[in-house]
């Protein structure tokens, strides 16, 4: 992936906050903090920003009709409608954590394509050294 932007959220720690967001048991108790949540809402958003845009401009290697790039797109559309929205400032702890969830599934998703479109240009370029 290209280098992250300055400012930008470190790649171990969100892979880090994701496994820990995504271990949240919504229906216990405790429920984790608001101030919390929308804190990694946050840095999922930032993160995820970058790795979207690093796909979309991966996808260009790649055929488009290739189940790579198909699966990126759709990836890629629902990081474009759930990336801008607001934060929810007013929500319950259970609604927030919802969201912050959501957030790191959809970030994982991102970087499941970003490898699927990377094994993809791998076989493209193999395909081409030996023709």
Known sequence: ????????????????NLETVLAW???GSPLPRVSEA???IEQ????????AADLHARCLDVP?????????????????????LSPPYYGTARAVGQRAQNAARLVQALL????????????????????
């Not at 999922?44 to 790795?51: A, K, Q, W």
């Not at 290739?66 to 801008?84: I, K």
């Not at 499941?112 to 023709?131: F, L, P």
């Open 64 to 84: 488009a009709d290739s189940d790579a790039a198909r699966t990126a797109q759709a990836v890629l559309g629902e990081a474009s409608r759930r990336f801008n």
């Open 38 to 40: 929308l804190a990694v």
């Open 25 to 27: 048991d919504l229906n």
């Open 112 to 131: 499941r394509a970003v490898d699927r479109i990377g094994e993809a240009q791998a076989h493209s370029a193999d395909n081409n050294s030996t023709s």
């Open 44 to 51: 999922f958003t930032s993160y995820g920003r970058i790795v």
């Open 1 to 16: 992936m290209a280098g992250l932007a300055a400012g930008a959220p470190d790649k171990d720690v969100v892979l880090a």
